[in-house]
């Protein structure tokens, strides 16, 4: 909420302006100490003759120099804005006289390393309004110092610009260097292109030296880069060693012959002297002298070539793995069932199986007989069995106090049983 209410104060201002003037003065002596180590690396690239590079490098130092002066000119302008604080403060608009400076100090805000500079130009914005503000962001009209709009901008600096510099450098650490033509604009004033690698070795193992070279840029001499334009050797000409790109057909390697081709079964003879020039065609009126070995093709049958049977070896045996035992068949576990209480009066599953099929069915019809016997003898008292049995039977329990059978209604056992017997009767 602080911008909402914030306003110009001079208060404010000159303590900035003069912070910005000490930091532009750090920021020279920095810049300053690292042209120099940027120097002797320029320097020792052009003592090893790698000047593409170079004029690379060289490009960072000019801009380095280029904002040392407009650092030095920004710190003149603050000075002036700060001795004239009064009259800022007391005229409602920018006076005449103060704003180049004025529009200065906020076009380079956001241009430089000094965030001092930055709260000058908020300073401004609020003593003289937005629009003041961004007319002098754009420069429009014209209202920025030339020079430090030159040395704060964008643009690479000339190819002439940068010839000079590499002299100077090469002058100050008494490097032998001769700035050569090779990559550089025809005009001066324009910009350096991009690097073709002149100045990058050729391969050690191709026997090339130099070959990127122009004609002439150097004296004569056995096999040295630059060959003389012409003449004898008493006028200065080219010596013995030939100058200039090196041709294709310097380096031409005469490529040999292919093989005459042999179709299966004829085998090729060589044909050397006079018939030599009349096997060969489109070599009218070439000399026989002149004429190489030719190879004629002559149809004489060869020998067949040996069955690729007998040098195919025979394939490795196998050996078989033994023919294993026919795997005995595995019994089947039934499970044991557990022995079952017997009943009173009826024969278990082992004596029944003993006595046959009738056996069995005989002594089922008894047994239930039995027991529908039981069912029907008259109930005794409480505790007391039947007499007819001995005692051995258990007799029904009583019947509960006031509930009686019906008559001639019998019980659910006895309707059970009774249809169990005339089911194995049937």
Same mark, same amino acid.
């Given at each position: 909420?602080?911008?909402? +209410?914030?306003? +110009?104060?001079?208060?404010?201002?000159?303590?900035?302006?003069?912070?910005?003037?000490?930091?532009?003065?750090?920021?020279?002596?920095?810049?300053?100490?690292?042209?120099?180590?940027?120097?002797?690396?320029?320097?020792?690239?052009?003592?090893?003759?790698?000047?593409?590079? &170079?004029?690379?490098?060289?490009?960072?130092?000019?801009?380095?120099?280029?904002?040392?002066?407009?650092?030095?000119?920004?710190?003149?302008?603050?000075?002036?804005?700060?001795?004239?604080?009064?009259?800022?403060?007391? @005229?409602?608009?920018c006076p005449a006289d103060l704003k180049e400076a004025i529009c200065t100090l906020i076009w380079s805000a956001q241009r430089t390393e000094c965030p001092e500079l930055t709260e000058v130009a908020k300073q401004f914005k609020l003593k003289y309004g937005k629009e003041f503000y961004e007319r002098a962001m754009a420069n429009w009209p014209l209202c920025v110092n030339d020079r430090v709009l030159h040395k704060l901008s964008i643009h690479p600096p000339t190819a002439y610009l940068i010839q000079q510099y590499l002299l100077r450098i090469a002058q100050e650490y008494q490097v032998d260097w001769t =700035?050569?033509? *090779?990559?550089?604009? @025809?005009?001066?004033? #324009?910009?350096?292109?991009? =690097?073709?690698? +002149?100045? *990058?070795?050729?391969?050690?193992?191709?026997?090339?030296?130099?070959?990127?070279?122009? &004609?002439?840029?150097?004296?004569?001499?056995?096999?040295?880069?630059?060959?003389?334009?012409?003449?004898?050797?008493?006028?200065?000409?080219?010596?013995?060693?030939?100058?200039?790109? %090196?041709?294709?057909?310097?380096?031409?390697?005469?490529?040999?012959? %292919?093989?005459?081709?042999? %179709?299966?079964?004829?085998?090729?003879?060589? $044909? #050397?002297?006079?018939?030599?020039?009349?096997? $060969? $065609?489109?070599?009218?009126?070439?000399?026989?002298?002149?004429? !190489?070995?030719?190879?004629?093709?002559?149809?004489?049958?060869?020998?067949? =070539?040996?069955?690729?049977?007998?040098? *195919?070896?025979?394939?490795?045996?196998?050996?078989?793995?033994?023919?294993?035992?026919?795997? &005995?068949?595995?019994?089947?576990?039934?499970? $044991?069932?557990?022995?079952?209480?017997? *009943?009173?009066?009826?024969? #278990?599953?082992?004596?029944?199986?003993?006595?046959?099929?009738?056996?069995?069915?005989?002594?089922?019809?008894?047994?239930?007989?039995?027991?529908?016997?039981?069912?029907?003898? !008259?109930?005794?008292?409480?505790?007391?069995?039947?007499?007819?049995?001995?005692?051995?039977?258990?007799?029904? !329990?009583?019947?509960? !106090?006031?509930?009686?059978?019906?008559?001639?209604?019998?019980? #659910?056992?006895?309707?059970?049983?009774?249809?169990?017997?005339?089911?194995?009767?049937?």
């Amino acid at each position: 909420m602080d911008f909402l +209410f914030a306003r +110009f104060s001079p208060d404010k201002l000159k303590p900035y302006l003069k912070m910005a003037v000490h930091r532009f003065g750090i920021l020279t002596n920095k810049k300053t100490n690292l042209i120099k180590q940027d120097k002797r690396e320029i320097a020792e690239l052009l003592r090893n003759g790698k000047e593409e590079k &170079a004029r690379i490098k060289v490009e960072h130092v000019i801009r380095q120099d280029f904002t040392i002066e407009a650092y030095e000119i920004l710190e003149l302008l603050c000075e002036l804005v700060h001795e004239r604080m009064r009259l800022i403060a007391h @005229e409602q608009d920018c006076p005449a006289d103060l704003k180049e400076a004025i529009c200065t100090l906020i076009w380079s805000a956001q241009r430089t390393e000094c965030p001092e500079l930055t709260e000058v130009a908020k300073q401004f914005k609020l003593k003289y309004g937005k629009e003041f503000y961004e007319r002098a962001m754009a420069n429009w009209p014209l209202c920025v110092n030339d020079r430090v709009l030159h040395k704060l901008s964008i643009h690479p600096p000339t190819a002439y610009l940068i010839q000079q510099y590499l002299l100077r450098i090469a002058q100050e650490y008494q490097v032998d260097w001769t =700035p050569t033509e *090779v990559g550089l604009p @025809e005009d001066e004033a #324009s910009t350096m292109p991009a =690097p073709s690698g +002149f100045s *990058v070795p050729v391969a050690g193992g191709s026997g090339i030296v130099d070959p990127y070279y122009s &004609a002439g840029s150097g004296g004569g001499g056995d096999g040295g880069h630059g060959g003389g334009g012409g003449g004898d050797k008493d006028n200065g000409g080219g010596g013995d060693g030939g100058g200039g790109i %090196p041709t294709l057909e310097a380096f031409a390697v005469n490529p040999r012959p %292919p093989p005459a081709y042999s %179709p299966p079964g004829v085998s090729a003879v060589p $044909v #050397s002297g006079p018939a030599a020039s009349e096997a $060969v $065609v489109g070599n009218v009126g070439t000399p026989a002298a002149d004429i !190489p070995e030719v190879t004629v093709i002559s149809a004489t049958p060869q020998e067949p =070539p040996p069955a690729i049977e007998s040098q *195919v070896p025979p394939a490795p045996t196998i050996p078989q793995p033994p023919a294993s035992a026919p795997a &005995a068949p595995v019994e089947e576990e039934h499970p $044991v069932l557990p022995n079952l209480p017997s *009943v009173p009066g009826m024969s #278990s599953p082992g004596q029944a199986a003993a006595g046959g099929g009738s056996g069995s069915a005989g002594s089922l019809e008894e047994d239930m007989a039995a027991r529908l016997e039981r069912l029907t003898a !008259p109930r005794g008292g409480h505790g007391g069995g039947s007499g007819d049995n001995g005692g051995g039977a258990v007799g029904l !329990p009583p019947a509960a !106090p006031g509930a009686e059978s019906a008559p001639g209604k019998p019980s #659910s056992d006895y309707e059970d049983l009774m249809a169990r017997f005339n089911q194995l009767k049937s």
